[in-house]
């Protein structure tokens, strides 16, 4: 007989992979987002890759309720701020996978902000000069930035302005505080992540297209990007610890000829089987109906 351990070890790496914080705590109900690849490190069937990335991002996790603490346990320096920028009119995006654990028990990440890669860093500021002049959508409002404080006690009040646009020759530039990157961190929820998943991972990568954010899509289709969270960690909070990490991947895939034409039958399959079922259900209320006639007419003789 197998041994126990040796038995259990052989589902080890799959246990690895499910956040039990979702069977738990429950989804916010704005999460859509699932796994658009195999778990198992295969490419998604049906599909050419054209190119893929991955990359692994330390940060900090921390829930609500330590908000009040000083750092690095907590962010009291930023608490009034923070709880400004998470306001009642913003629906939650939730943890990871879109997992809410609800209350003060809800989820931020925490980043340096010269940790975040360029292509997320433009996005993110061109989405705050967007919202002065355009209808807000407020899915994008989840990654705040905010400076850190520059001397003992210091309280920040409100997140930090976007970098200025190039000025036109003879125009005027705004007046925006220039903060070093090594100032600023960034504050997020970890669902709010999957908005933007291929723009983390896409540094150097132009030619692949991984920093085409149109063709982002929720699943696989042909001449699409898609990515996910493959893996993330959690603070040792039972020894005052708060870092953690997590790892995305993203890829340029292309429907290949064997995939298109398996697609094609389904769908052949499918519409076939609706029709069935539609004709079914037309001829059972036609038999309806006619013994329904046929039953009125023996009444009136």
Known sequence: MRSLPLYLSLFVPALAGINWDIYEHGVVPSFKWSRPF???????????VHCKAKKTFRAKMYKLS???EDPPTGLSPWRHAIEDFMDHTKEFMGSWDGVDHKGENREIV????????LEVREWIEQQQRDKET????KKKWWFGVFEKPQEHGQRIIGTVNPTPTPVPQGGHAPDVKDIKLEDKILVFPGGAIYEILPLWVAGGSGACELNNLPKYK?????????????DHTKPHRENGK???EFTIEAMAVTESEDGKRSRLMWERLHRTIKRNDR???REERQKKKKELEEGIVRDEL
């Open 38 to 48: 195999p778990d198992d490190g295969t490419d998604p069937g049906g599909f050419e």
């Open 66 to 68: 330590d908000l009040p």
């Open 110 to 117: 925490v980043m340096e902000y010269k940790d975040v890669p």
């Open 134 to 137: 355009e209808k807000p959508n």
């Open 218 to 230: 929720h699943q696989a289709i042909d001449h699409c990007v898609i990515a996910w969270v493959t």
């Open 242 to 244: 708060r870092d953690m």
């Open 279 to 281: 004709k079914q259900q």
